[in-house]
């Protein structure tokens, strides 16, 4: 029985491995998007890009909740539902980011772009950008991941920072002059893109463990099932008022 692929992928959703593996993930993703592409290389966030954010740390608490006891199964109910609730929220934001992109991107006058306001509305109306302005405000252009440069740091940009955001007073010589993308030089893979990538793998990761977890024991596939509900139950409810 222990040789069952399904049997030792169960066994290692019950250990804190895999749950670790991810909140590191998405909480270094998030890190790495704030301090180092917004604070650092000056690449103003988005719209869709804080939405973004919020999907991955939504997933990151998913985690947390399972590394308290990743065999205990209430915990678990609620681990699974915000992992998957966050997936499934980013994957949407990830779609309308680079739809957007595109959009921008294109040489059609007609395009329209929606998806882009100044003040965010969060799940269930989360003051999110109230709390954490810094964190979860938007305050780039939608579309456009090309580095904002204030004038007052020009004279203090270092070597490391002028290889990415380029030289002033124009800019034009850096890697990610022309906005970000995986191989910048092919233009490929947008940011979207690559965010739209790292959640379809949690979803298959994942996915797998959910499954596997549901044929671990009887009360498993009860317990599966409310998880289902609960995704549902919290995309609909969640839901933000679209009135500004």
Same mark, same amino acid.
């Given at each position: *029985?222990?040789?069952?692929?399904?049997?030792?992928?169960?066994?290692?959703?019950?250990?804190?491995?895999?749950?670790?593996? *991810?909140?590191? !993930? *998405?909480?270094?993703?998030?890190?790495?998007? $704030?301090?180092?592409? %917004?604070?650092?290389?000056?690449?103003?966030?988005? +719209? %869709?890009?804080?939405?973004?954010?919020?999907?991955?740390?939504?997933?990151?608490?998913?985690?947390?909740?399972?590394?308290?006891?990743?065999?205990?199964?209430?915990?678990?109910?609620?681990?699974?539902?915000?992992?998957?609730?966050?997936?499934?929220?980013?994957?949407?934001?990830?779609?309308?980011?680079? $739809?957007?992109? +595109?959009?921008? $991107?294109? +040489?059609?006058?007609?395009?329209?772009?929606?998806?882009?306001?100044?003040?965010?509305?969060?799940?269930?109306?989360?003051?999110? $950008?109230?709390?954490?302005?810094?964190?979860?405000?938007?305050?780039?252009?939608?579309? *456009?991941?090309?580095?904002?440069?204030?004038?007052?740091?020009?004279?203090?940009?270092?070597?490391?920072?002028?290889?990415?955001?380029?030289?002033?007073?124009?800019?034009?010589?850096? /890697?990610?002059?022309?906005?970000?993308?995986?191989?910048?030089?092919?233009?490929?893979?947008?940011?979207?893109?690559?965010? /739209?990538?790292?959640?379809?793998?949690?979803?298959?990761?994942?996915?797998?463990?959910?499954?596997?977890?549901?044929?671990?024991?009887?009360?498993?596939?009860?317990? !599966? /099932?409310?998880?289902?509900?609960?995704?549902?139950?919290?995309?609909?409810?969640?839901?933000?008022?679209?009135?500004?």
């Amino acid at each position: *029985m222990s040789s069952c692929p399904v049997s030792r992928v169960s066994a290692w959703q019950n250990t804190r491995i895999p749950w670790l593996i *991810m909140v590191v !993930a *998405m909480i270094s993703l998030t890190f790495i998007a $704030h301090f180092l592409f %917004q604070e650092y290389l000056y690449m103003e966030p988005c +719209e %869709q890009c804080v939405y973004i954010r919020f999907a991955m740390l939504t997933m990151a608490f998913g985690g947390i909740l399972a590394l308290i006891d990743p065999k205990n199964d209430y915990l678990k109910i609620f681990a699974y539902t915000f992992v998957f609730w966050g997936i499934w929220l980013g994957i949407e934001y990830c779609l309308t980011l680079n $739809h957007i992109h +595109e959009v921008v $991107h294109s +040489e059609n006058p007609f395009a329209g772009v929606d998806g882009c306001r100044e003040i965010p509305i969060y799940p269930f109306n989360l003051p999110l $950008h109230e709390w954490a302005p810094g964190w979860f405000l938007p305050t780039g252009e939608c579309g *456009m991941d090309t580095p904002i440069v204030p004038e007052d740091v020009y004279g203090s940009l270092n070597a490391f920072q002028k290889f990415f955001v380029g030289t002033p007073p124009n800019f034009e010589d850096g /890697l990610y002059s022309n906005g970000w993308y995986l191989i910048p030089s092919m233009e490929f893979m947008n940011m979207a893109v690559c965010c /739209l990538l790292a959640f379809v793998v949690c979803l298959v990761i994942l996915g797998g463990m959910f499954v596997s977890y549901a044929f671990s024991h009887p009360k498993a596939k009860i317990y !599966a /099932l409310i998880v289902l509900v609960f995704i549902i139950i919290l995309k609909i409810l969640g839901e933000p008022n679209s009135v500004v």
